[in-house]
Nanobody
């Protein structure tokens, strides 16, 4: 399984940005897709996830501002960010977990997001 993240960019506070994570396999073979972010000097944190069945969970810090979604035909998961805040700045990673894959899952390369005040 390979994951390709894209959508890096810079926005001003209050702006919007959409990140994409394209999988090399049918995303229904992946139990859950998750977006993480890592701010400078901070630990990586989970911001949103979606399971194969469509269950969605958000971190409290992004609820109401971020939306995770998927396009099954494109094997792609998205992270739509609105009302961006400077604290959303960081490198965003997508991860896919499968029942038979590595314990730590499959990771895409990071994509950088900068939100300026």
């Amino acid at each position: 399984v390979q994951l390709q993240a894209s959508g890096r960019g810079s926005v001003q506070a209050g702006g919007s940005l959409r990140l994409s994570c394209a999988a090399s396999v049918n995303i229904f073979t992946i139990n859950a897709m998750r977006w993480y972010r890592q701010a400078p000097g901070e630990q990586r944190e989970s911001v949103a996830s979606i399971t194969r069945s469509g269950t969605i969970v958000y971190a409290d810090s992004v609820k109401g501002r971020f939306t995770i979604s998927r396009d099954i035909g494109k094997n792609t998961v998205y992270l739509q960010m609105i009302s961006a805040k400077p604290e959303d700045t960081g490198v965003y990673y997508c991860k896919g977990a499968t029942a038979t894959g590595p314990t730590n899952g499959y990771w895409g390369q990071g994509t950088e997001v900068t939100v300026s005040s």
